[in-house]
């Protein structure tokens, strides 16, 4: 069997020791005085924190907000969020490293979620995701990741391009996929989640026409 | 059937309005609850027997009995968290029938006696809650949400609050702490949600599909509907069938009916000239049932005796194509990377759970691993704050018991090309 090795600081995990700078104080809750923050992104903050009876629940749609604003929840989009809800930094990056949506490193504005779990993969998403990850190659736009179900098995396999559901696909809608993404249109309309009707033939009592297509988003 | 429940009609143009759903009769269900004093609302519930349609099958009526009485803030929260792989129903419902909801939130939340109460949706759903948020206002302005609903003193405020990508989410507790702002941690029970939930207060979580029945029930009252389905799972069930089928989506079925008849009579089972392997009647989470297990009632009570679980009304279907380690390692490695990381049986068991399945497919396993992989899966269940490693455990478990023959030729075969014989 192969060993493990060890890092240089004993532990064998890499990188550890990064995360922290041990010499330093831990970063207060941000002065508003020196941390400017963009006005429409304080205001989406504050209507979140006057939904709920502790500010502290408006956490998880502050880090989502900023990371639109910022494209990833980078230190300064951390300090931001920080300063408007009073929390301290380390707060929220404990919480934004804990959920696969927010991401804590540089990121292509593109994302692409290729569904590999099990239902998905027993229909081709492992064959899908590789092929999604060579289309789009070192193209810096594109964050494509293999994701864990996401809860759309009737159109295995699937992806989710920038939050819109489109399946079942073939390997053959991989390029127009990309490009769809890439020219700000509507992805593979015809493949859209939204327009999809129900499996179950008793459900509907007569024939409806389909649902439009999904406009696109952001 | 001959009637749908909460599939009627649902690809209706609009549906998803305040227009076409008053049109249908939406909202008078919530004008006959608050109209009888809560404790009736209440025993529709109870009388109805409906179980909760989330995953653990618990009677809601009961559920919602537990909460204390009194005038302290209750909090009732939607669990939209739906992550439980190949489960997709509270998707469909969401997104065509929003209001069918919200009406079966504010019902329920007159019957708890709760004031506040929220949606936990899962972020990946950003149709479905944008969805959920039109419908929400329209719901606001017409009176049905906010203060003194339909002027019977009933108040509520309702947030659709999105999360953020994560499976242990949709465990009632660490959906809590979620939506309290934190890392979604699951706490330790008792107390239970019922007595010290959101904020510490009272609080009431029911699943999607579960909320979405309410309105029904008061519509037909609750004797009425527990004569649908059998006497320990009444009612309809919304069934999410994937995997190896013809046809894959979402069913609406009357609790009891043979498994066989959803697979292949609805779904139409696996493609031609293929049988079906192994299937999972609940998610991803439930033990494996095999192709010679297909007569298996689809209810609560009969599934639990064979062995398994009804879970969330989710079906997998595995054929004869798919060798079962790739199903296993696939099962595996989803719970690793769910794993919050706070209970050490379920941390390490499902990482050293994928280290031996990984062995046993490069060829590297002996025979023995199997019962050591049988006694970790042992090890995780029961000792853990919430249930998402016995939710590996049990399919892992099941599967080397099942299929113990094809795993060792599977070991042996790969060890023999390990070696170039």
Known sequence: MTAVKRYEHGSRVPGWDEAADLTKDPAEIPDPATTPVPEDLRAEIEAHMANYPDRRSATLPALAAAQRVHGWCSPQAIDEVACVMRLTPAYLASVATFYDMLETTPVGR???YVCTNISCSLCGADELYAAVRDAAGDDADFNVRAFECLGACDIAPMASVDGVYVGPLTLEDVPRLLDD?????????EKQLARRRVADPHANSQEFPEHPAQEPQG | MSELLLFADIDEPGLNTLEVYSRRGGYDSLRKALAMPPEAVL?????SGLRGRGGAGFAMGKKVSFLPKGGMDKYLVCNADESEPGTFKDRELMQKSPHMLIEGIVIASYAAGASRSFIYIRGEYQLQADVLDAALSEARDAGYVGENILGSGHSLSLVVHRGAGAYICGEETGLLDSLEGKRGNPRLKPPFPANQGLYQGPTLINNVETLSTV????RMGGEQYAKLGVETSTGTKLVSISGHVQRPGNYEIEL??????IIYGLAGGPPQGRAVKCWFPGGSSSPVLTGDELDVPYDFNSLAQAGTMLGSGAIIVVDDSTPIIDVALKVAKFYRHESCGKCTPCREGTNWTVKMLERIDAGEATPMDLDIMGSVQEHIMGNCLCVLGDAM?????SMITKF???LEAHM??????????
């Open chain 2, 412 to 421: 042996d075969s790969r060890r023999l090309e390990a070696v170039g014989a």
């Open chain 2, 256 to 261: 009891g009916i043979p498994s066989r008849e």
């Open chain 2, 43 to 47: 025993h529709e519930l109870e009388a």
């Open chain 1, 110 to 112: 593109h994302s692409v």
């Open chain 1, 181 to 189: 993404a890439r020219a700000g249109r509507p992805v593979l309309p």
């Open chain 2, 393 to 397: 455990a049990m399919p892992i478990a």
């Open chain 2, 215 to 218: 309105p029904t029930i008061i």
């Open chain 2, 404 to 406: 113990r023959a094809e």
